[in-house]
């Protein structure tokens, strides 16, 4: 098969797959049926407005807010905890369900249902208006309806998901993480007057900032006190003014998180911290309802402190605490502890069983034809048969029961005990239930994977033959990789495969470089780097930076180099730093003095070097000060960038690298030959690398250091086959990635680089400065490997076994994956562990496959052999 030919069957291959992927995920991730309109009063309730001992609310979310963060003994929300002591606040543990995330969390407290998994995605997509909850019915359009205004401060995506609801906001972009303070003090400052205003009947504020924390130090960070204290202060503020003003005698403060956080202060999966949150309901009119409860209590076992609720109760409870009918599409039950409240009874009756009618729609248009059998049925049982069959018996006999409580005026204590075993079971499996799985799509998707695994197919076979003992341990890898997709603990895992595989096929290098050395070198003096020797401590780097951080599920959180030695003497840590960007500024400023024929040149590479360490600096002041703080020598540096815009700091760095850029291209000339190209790579990877460095948190910037080692070692050695260059490529970019602490969980997406040089949100920057951040290890080993090739590889196009073998394993990693989630959609963890790895592959064959590989690096390298 030609060259050109084999080309242009890898490049339809990747069209076929990216296709697969969105058509795969069109069926898998749809958006959730809804019931359209509003609720009304239906003309029998008993539950009506007059009930209702509230008539607005202020609703503070405190973005990541876990439950720990108020209840627990290190909290700093004093005052809260004193409320829980006096009886004026109600607290519980809110259970935020996967994903933990800030849109589908919002969708959840204000409509009461379970939101699609597909809102994951458009969260992190600041423009999208497509998944607005504007013509669903929900808390926020109850209250609307019934004629009051809506106010809201803070986090954008609640005027996204509500646009045109609010009489007056002013929202905030919730992804720039290095802002601590203002995005919390544009929202404070707004409080004091529309306290003091009439017209509204829900104010809802979103505050950041302990978000944002979380992010950057975790949840034991030494800015989490001052924020709690912070957050503490304004609940003490708005306290202040429910008990002084008339007009807010009546108002109920609920004091929430959307979602909690792990210990490394990221969310989005279903760890304990992630899902725990605090979720306290505050008013003066509390004292004389309720007793008060120990606070602050002892650190709970997974977080759960007080009575757990589920996120999807806040809706039914305000419901009945504002006196409004409860949303269509709610799944959640009013919270026992508040009917209290109402201390009739009936009245707790009526409030429940309307509670129940409306889920009864929801259950009834989920599983009809259960609900039809048991309707004409005379018996049923509620032991004996399928989830849906129960639930349908359950509210025969709560029918049953209601209408001898309606006729019988008898009843001052209506049974409950089956009203409730409708509402949880009811809750439990519509909450449960899979999505509306478009099978067919998913069908297609496949298919249309197993056709680009065909088209590659033939290329990757000659290859494998030509290949030899490295094509087949290269198949070996592929083939026992898909397999580890059809197990969770595999996947959340998938870190230790690459690790154990790399390792293990550097030892094989090892032995190889052993056998060649003692054949065609006996008695000629080489280099202690090369030949064996080198590609040990190959091995060795690699093994320091697998164990820089400890990441994946099992083992997160357990002694690592980053938190053992690096954390605790951040003297090694900026030593490291300082000697990565020194070998970088040395190495482009001597290609510069060779390219302007002036030593005197390399200046302005060194300037470039230069700016991009005082922006770390600035950044890592900004970011992690803590880090600086314990490093005096560089106070004198802080205090110089402290003066300078982050932004504007940023773009001279990019600048400068574009220039450097520009001048490597212009003066090494790659497309005239292969000569010129390796030299091109090799300016190439030093600027490459100083953006990569630049999208890194501080902490990371060492593992570039050994990266450069191990490329330099394995460099020196004997001339690669291109084989055992397709599987170093392979195994490196796979490995690296996850040597940066990522893992297949949204949680450790990082966010902290994505405003580099950009002033507003713009999708395109964001996302691609997004991608950058967290693919860097992947990203710098896709060009460096190809330094690895001869000018023989290049001219002969022999390369291209290369791109054989990585489009071919592109195919493999979405074929498993997305047959994995095709076959255990209905597992437990279909949406926490595989769900999340879907996108992530996604991730893999566009991001970093289609644009890093085959057009970049694979753009270059065609241009050249061939």
């Known amino acids: 098969m030609s060259i050109t030919l084999r080309n242009a069957t890898l490049w339809l291959s990747n069209l076929i797959l990216i296709a697969a992927l969105l058509i795969f995920a069109k069926g898998f991730f749809p958006h959730k049926a809804f019931l359209p309109g509003l609720a009304t009063w239906p003309a029998t309730s008993e ?172 949840p034991k960070g030494p800015r989490m006190p001052a924020k709690q204290a912070e ?22 403060l609920v004091l929430l998180g959307d979602h909690g956080m792990n210990e490394g202060g990221n969310h989005g999966a279903s760890s304990p911290g992630e899902v725990s949150t605090a979720l306290t309901f505050i008013s003066p009119k509390f004292k004389s309802a309720f007793e008060g409860q120990s606070c602050p209590i002892d650190d709970a076992a997974d977080y759960q402190y007080y009575n757990t609720v589920e996120q999807s109760d806040i809706v039914p409870t305000l419901a009945a605490m504002l ?64 989830d849906a069959e129960v639930l349908a018996c359950l509210w025969q006999h709560v029918s049953a029961e209601h209408q001898a409580v309606a006729t019988d005026q008898t009843y001052s204590t209506p049974p409950t005990t089956r009203l409730n075993a409708f509402l949880y079971k009811a809750q439990n499996l519509l909450s449960g239930t899979a999505s509306n799985y478009d099978l067919t799509s998913m069908q297609i998707g496949i298919g249309l994977s197993v056709l680009a695994l065909a088209l590659c197919a033939p290329s990757f076979v000659q290859g494998v033959l030509s290949a030899g003992v490295d094509g087949v341990i290269l198949l070996v890898i592929m083939l026992a990789f898909a397999v580890t997709m059809f197990a969770s603990s595999y996947v959340e895992e998938e870190h230790q495969f690459w690790y154990w595989t790399l390792a293990g096929y550097l030892v094989v290098v090892h032995c190889r470089d052993s056998r060649f050395t003692l054949v065609h070198t006996k008695g000629v003096a080489r280099s202690l780097l090369e030949g064996p020797t080198g590609t040990a401590l190959a091995y060795l780097l690699f093994g320091v930076a697998r164990r820089w951080k400890q990441t994946g599920q099992k083992y997160a959180g357990e002694a690592d180099l980053l938190g053992e030695v690096i954390t605790p003497n951040p003297w090694v840590l900026w030593m490291l730093v300082m000697l990565a960007y020194m070998a970088l500024s040395r190495n482009l400023s001597r290609r510069a003095g060779v390219w302007m024929g002036s030593p005197q040149m390399g200046i302005l590479p060194a300037l470039v070097s230069v700016s991009a360490f005082l922006f770390k600096i600035a950044f890592t002041a900004a970011d992690a000060p803590e880090l600086l703080a314990s490093f005096p020598v560089l106070n004198p540096l802080v205090g110089f960038v402290s003066a300078y815009p982050l932004v504007s700091m940023a773009r001279v760095v990019f600048l400068g690298l574009a220039h450097l850029l520009g001048c490597a291209i212009y003066y090494e000339t790659p497309w005239k030959g292969a000569a010129h190209l390796l030299r091109f790579l090799t300016a190439f990877q030093d600027v490459l690398s100083l953006l990569l ?143 999340p790895k879907y996108l992530y592959t996604a991730a893999w064959v566009v991001g970093q496959h289609t644009v890093i590989n085959a057009v970049c690096v694979g753009s270059l390298l065609w241009r050249t052999g061939g």
């Open 47 to 218: 539950a009506g407005p007059r009930s209702a001992p509230f008539d607005r609310v202020i609703f503070m979310v405190v973005d990541a807010l876990r439950s720990d963060f108020v209840y627990g003994n290190a909290s700093s929300f004093t005052f809260t905890q004193s409320l829980i002591r006096s009886g004026a606040a109600v607290p519980f543990t809110g259970h935020a369900s996967p994903p933990t995330i800030t849109m589908p969390r919002v969708k959840a407290i204000t409509t009461g249902s379970v939101p699609s998994f597909v809102d994951l995605i458009l969260n992190f997509a600041e423009s999208d208006t497509t998944s607005t909850l504007k013509d669903q019915d929900t808390w926020l359009a109850q209250l609307r309806a019934k004629g009051g205004n809506l106010v809201m401060y803070g986090d954008d995506t609640w005027l996204r998901l509500f646009p045109d609801f609010f009489a007056r906001a002013d929202g905030t972009t919730s992804f720039f993480v290095s802002d601590f303070t203002e995005v919390d003090n544009n929202v404070t400052r707004h409080i004091p007057a529309e306290l003091a205003n009439h017209d509204w009947s829900a104010m809802t504020l979103h505050f950041l900032g302990l978000d944002h924390i979380g992010h950057k130090t975790g």
């Open 231 to 252: 957050m503490d202060g304004i609940v003490r503020d708005i306290y202040a003014k429910l008990e002084s003003y008339d007009h807010l005698k009546s108002c109920l």
């Open 323 to 386: 006196g409004f009918p409860i949303p269509l599409n709610n799944l959640g039950v009013i919270m026992p502890r508040l009917l209290e409240l109402w201390t009739h009874p009936r009245d707790q009756y009526a409030l429940l069983y309307s509670n129940a009618e409306q889920i009864l729609r929801i259950a009834q248009a989920t599983f009809p034809k259960e609900f039809s059998q048991v309707s004409t049925s005379a018996e049923c049982s509620v032991t004996d048969g399928d």
């Open 693 to 835: 460095i630049t999208q890194t948190r501080t902490v990371y910037v060492p593992l570039f250091l050994f990266f450069n080692l191990q490329l330099y070692l394995l460099r020196r050695g004997r001339r690669r086959s291109v084989g055992e260059i397709a599987v170093l490529a392979l195994l490196f970019q796979y490995a690296s990635f996850f040597t940066f602490g990522s893992t297949n969980s949204i949680a450790t997406i990082d966010l902290s680089n994505a405003y580099n040089g950009v002033a507003g949100y713009n999708m395109a920057a964001v996302g691609i400065l997004t991608f950058i951040s967290n693919w860097v290890g992947p990203i710098w080993w896709s060009f460096a490997i190809c330094q690895l090739f001869s000018s023989l590889h290049l001219q002969g196009g022999a390369y291209s076994f290369l791109f054989t073998a990585l489009a071919t394993f592109s195919c493999i990693h979405a074929l498993s994956v997305m047959v994995a989630c095709m076959v255990l959609r209905e597992h437990l963890f279909i949406w926490t562990v595989f769900s």
